[in-house]
């Protein structure tokens, strides 16, 4: 039975050929998370400061800052999926060429005949 010690040095064998776009990917996850929590925040600034006292000024400014962070916080999400997207295929290409590679040169010697006829 495999363990998760064991997936986990297999996985990083793979991460680790990539460390930069490894760490591009912990960077972008970091900042989506603060990204998110800054939202609720924003909100609850807006509701304290303009909603609850009927004051609207600067209420629309503050609605396009939370627009804007959101769109962030959804292009960072998008960008960090997309590069580990990356990590993950070229270890997939590496691993099904070295398995193709493996496979074919056994293949070869299948087209030639077992017995030599004289041919």
Do not use: W
């Not at 970091?30 to 939202?39: C, M, P």
């Amino acid at each position: 039975m495999r363990t998760n010690t064991h997936t986990l040095r297999k996985l990083s064998g793979y991460l680790f050929r990539q460390p930069l776009r490894l760490i591009i990917v912990l960077v972008l996850t970091i900042a989506a998370a603060g990204l998110t929590l800054l939202g609720p925040y924003l909100t609850g600034v807006a509701l304290d400061r303009y909603i609850i006292p009927g004051q609207y000024s600067g209420l629309l400014q503050l609605c396009l800052l939370l627009l804007g962070l959101y769109l962030l916080g959804s292009l960072v999400r998008v960008g960090c999926k997309a590069i580990f997207s990356l990590i993950s295929l070229s270890g997939q290409c590496e691993a099904c060429a070295r398995n193709c590679f493996s496979i074919c040169s056994g293949c070869l010697f299948l087209f030639l005949p077992a017995k030599a006829t004289g041919n």
